[in-house]
């Protein structure tokens, strides 16, 4: 490398580290910025040579100059001189068969689909257990204490998640990676389902459950990030969504082996509860033949290793290297910007005193309480039971239990493809006011009613739009102030029905429903109001 490129590779850094400084991820333009857009080429090639050289990639550089040139234009990539017909053709291929995706890729999405559909088994497992239980335990009169028990019993896996799994989630992860956490969470899950169905009393039970619910939600927090992190832009949000539809068929797969076993006898119960361990086996034999995720040995430093799961991934080193590259560089900026120290309490404590993180946190707590203010887990471990005590037989509640998780699978499948297209935000607006409806005004019924326009308003004010933007992308959305987003969508997308903004991280497909607001920085001028599209 020449004095010059050398020279030219220290301003651009100097440069970087000096614009991060000055510009905490406080996005007040509503731009998302592609870090790579404001260096040189020669400069760009420069830094790409250091980092190769700096993380035993050598050998491996002009694959990532390719890639770190594509990532600093995306959709650009014809007037790339350093790109052979071959490396083009591929990301043409990209950009219009989204779908078609390397074996490795899918495989991993079929694990992290394995590991939901325990997750939604140990729910329908507990719903029909719930029949039979409470009598074996002697706990099964309609007394104030008895009830107390088992709805103790039954609350168990989601006391665990609030005041265990919630701590131990984070640093697993970050000791292990997501394969670990995943493998971890299944050992958890198997043993739980295994003792429930041989306990002898019900505190024996409910110990059985809390360890349930740490398996729970481990795989919960740490899944969907997986499958997220490993999937392309264009279909993150299809393939991990992924997550909720297979839920959603565990509960089927759940419900049916309740039904399976409900005229066995006394026994019944416990083969409802032990069932659970079966999709367990697969998902503990398989989790490790996936890659790992790529970010997580970013953030460990294992670079070689990085590139070799993207390389998985992707069909070619290129893009490969882009993404690796990009991953790298967000990192490096972010390393400018906060604190990467790795103790767990100070990366919790990020997620109120770094303004950006406190809004992308603000949005998924917005998002995880709809998620239970609708009512939800009352159907999915008490239907049966409100079923028997409106008068329905044991077996006809369970058939009622069934068509639910039936509808709740097939329903969940339309999201695959609408969730790239119409986006999350739109989804969850447009799901809610119907949520509402479905309730009558009866009880407990009319509670959730009306927490879920609750949540419709919550979702309207505080969640932004993330549909086909990188998990790079997403700092630039988080970083638009929280009172300008809102100002929006009260003064101007309610009054004047705005319609959406378009808005893409690649200024060839950048589209605005209204005109664009000038002015150039040197950087993507996408517009970012989080209305989706």
């Not at 190769?52 to 594509?70: N, P, Q, R, T, W």
């Not at 719903?127 to 239980?133: D, R, W």
Request: glycine share 8%.
């Amino acid at each position: 490398m020449g004095n010059l490129e050398r020279s030219q590779s220290a301003l651009a850094d100097d440069q970087f580290i000096e614009h991060a400084r000055r510009n905490p991820f406080e996005n007040n333009n509503t731009k998302i910025k592609n870090p790579l857009k404001h260096i040189p080429k020669n400069a760009l090639k420069a830094q790409v040579e250091n980092f190769a050289a700096e993380h035993g990639l050598s050998d491996y550089i002009d694959v990532f100059i390719k890639g770190a040139l594509v990532a600093q234009a995306p959709g650009n990539y014809d007037n790339i001189h350093e790109l052979d017909e071959q490396n083009c053709l591929s990301l043409r291929k990209e950009d219009a068969s989204k779908w078609h995706q390397p074996r490795a890729l899918w495989f991993t999405i079929i694990v992290c689909s394995i590991g939901a559909a325990v997750q939604g088994w140990d729910q329908a497992g507990s719903n029909g257990a719930n029949l039979s239980f409470p009598k074996a335990f002697g706990i099964g009169s309609n007394s104030a204490h008895d009830q107390w028990i088992v709805g103790l019993v039954n609350a168990a896996p989601t006391i665990a998640q609030a005041f265990i799994r919630c701590w131990l989630s984070d640093p697993i992860n970050d000791l292990i990676g997501r394969r670990g956490a995943i493998f971890i969470a299944g050992c958890f899950s198997f043993c739980s389902c295994i003792g429930s169905a041989l306990t002898q009393t019900w505190p024996q039970l409910f110990v059985c459950r809390l360890i349930l619910g740490i398996g729970m939600g481990i795989k919960a927090s740490t899944t969907s990030v997986y499958a997220a992190e490993n999937s392309p832009a264009q279909i993150r949000g299809a393939l991990a969504m992924t997550w909720q539809l297979y839920v959603a068929f565990g509960i089927f797969l759940g419900f049916s082996a309740n039904l399976a076993v409900v005229d066995i006898g006394t026994i019944a119960w416990r083969l409802q509860l032990g069932s659970a361990f079966i999709p367990a086996i697969p998902l503990l034999f398989s989790v490790f033949f996936c890659p790992e995720s790529p970010r997580w040995l970013v953030k460990k430093g294992r670079y070689r290793e990085a590139f070799a799961s993207p390389r998985k991934l992707r069909f070619t080193e290129v893009q490969a290297a882009r993404d690796l590259y990009s991953m790298y560089v967000q990192f490096n900026q972010e390393q400018h910007m906060i604190s990467t120290s790795g103790k767990p309490w100070n990366r919790f404590g990020q997620l109120f005193t770094i303004r950006r993180i406190r809004r992308a946190n603000l949005a998924a707590s917005i998002v995880m309480l709809a998620q239970q203010m609708c009512g939800i887990n009352i159907i999915s471990f008490y239907s049966s039971s409100v079923f028997t005590e409106a008068g329905v037989s044991e077996k006809n509640a369970l058939w009622a239990s069934w068509g639910f998780g039936l509808t709740t699978f097939l329903f969940a499948i339309p999201a695959l493809k609408t969730i790239d297209t119409f986006g999350r935000r739109s989804l969850l607006l447009a799901a809610f006011p119907w949520m509402r409806l479905a309730f009558t005004p009866t009880g407990a019924f009319g509670f959730y009613c009306g927490l879920n326009l609750i949540a419709f308003v919550m979702i309207f004010l505080w969640v932004p739009e993330t549909k086909e933007l990188t998990l790079e992308e997403l700092d630039y959305v988080f970083a638009v102030p929280s009172a300008r987003f809102v100002k929006h969508q009260v003064t101007e997308y309610i009054p004047d029905a705005t319609p959406p903004i378009l808005y893409d991280f690649s200024e060839a497909r950048v589209t605005h429903a209204r005109p664009p607001h000038s002015g150039d920085d040197g950087y993507t001028g996408t517009k970012v109001t989080g209305t989706g599209r």
